[in-house]
């Protein structure tokens, strides 16, 4: 049976980015039918929503989402722009992201003496509880005294689930390493359960080394030393802010896709480019769509689908090694499509 798709363009660049990985699952041979969700911020002029009231009514029968990139501060408020993300990640309990950091060869890294291979990880971040809840309020609003509170709430639970599941994934990689990325010098509740959780779970996995590291030490890691890293497991926030960093390590935001996974697969996973909408460059052909493509190959492994996802990988890499097809980003002048026709043709 064919897989049911939900495609989710949104903002900015994201109906580009999306049109070029539709046709490349296409070119795939990946067994697949396509709906596209026509929601973006364009509709809060219209409704006050960036999305209807049953959005996720309307997707959990999809087997996946394919998201583009969402917001558009000329027409919503970025906190209302991302309200159908975060609540697509909480709704469907996609617990796991992944955002996969290689460096391949044909990618341009701005740290010195760091070669194709050098960067191999894997981050997993927890991605329904931690930093990013709606836990909190703002009081006494527009007075002196005006105050917020946003409350971290992590689970042991959540906690335990993401850990073992970065701890899963390591056992599977070569080097079978995991970090723990904490700062629990100074979050001395969250943290702590953080770390404590960490000390059970390892105690099943024997064959997997792990170790802890701040998350500042781990900033300036990623940049001075990011060939020590394997499997990399943090708290939503954290997991947000070195993703970004690891994505600029290995060329560019262009390159990161990523995965938000709901393993039981009781609700559909969603699939996206790290990247935000860049509505500054929208509509000009400018985009990278590499990562848009590499979340749909990611897309199509999760379903099962890991012959065209492979070969969608295979594809990515050879167009990178090979090719002088590079859009604005990587200093070149091709379009969104001249690259999406450069990697097609090589599947």
Partial sequence: MAHRIALYPGDGIGPEVVAEARKVLEASGADCTYTTIEWSTALYAKTGKCAPDDYLEQLKDFDAILLGALGNAANAPDHLAVQPLLGMRRGF???????????????DCPLKNKKPGD????????????????????????????????????????TERIIRYAFELARTRKRKHLTS?????????????????????????????????????????FVRRPEIFDVVVCSNLFGDILTDLAAVIIGGMGFAGSANLNPTRKYPS??????????????????????????????????????????????????????????????????????????????
């Fill in 181 to 221: 990325i904490t700062k629990s010098n100074a979050l001395v509740y969250s943290m702590v359960l953080w770390d404590d959780v960490l000390k059970d779970v390892a105690k099943d996995y024997q064959d997997v080394k792990y170790n802890s590291m701040l998350v500042d030490a781990a900033a300036m890691n």
């Fill in 270 to 347: 969603m699939f996206e480019p790290v990247h935000g909408s860049a509505p500054d460059i929208a509509g000009r052909g400018k985009a990278n769509p590499l990562a848009a493509i590499m979340s749909a190959a990611m897309m199509l492994e999760f379903l099962g689908d890991t012959k065209q996802g492979e070969k969608i990988r295979r594809a990515v890499r050879a167009h990178l090694a090979e090719s002088d097809v590079k859009t604005p980003d990587r200093g070149g002048k091709a379009t969104t499509s001249d690259v999406g026709k450069d990697i097609i043709a090589r599947l």
């Fill in 93 to 107: 309990d996609q617990y796991v992201n992944i955002r996969p950091a290689v460096l391949f060869e044909g990618a």
């Fill in 119 to 158: 960067i191999d990880m894997m981050v997993i971040r927890e991605n329904t509880e931690g930093e990013y809840t709606v836990l909190g309020g703002r009081h006494y609003t527009g007075t002196p005294n005006e105050a917020a509170m946003q409350v971290n709430y992590f689970t042991r639970m959540g």
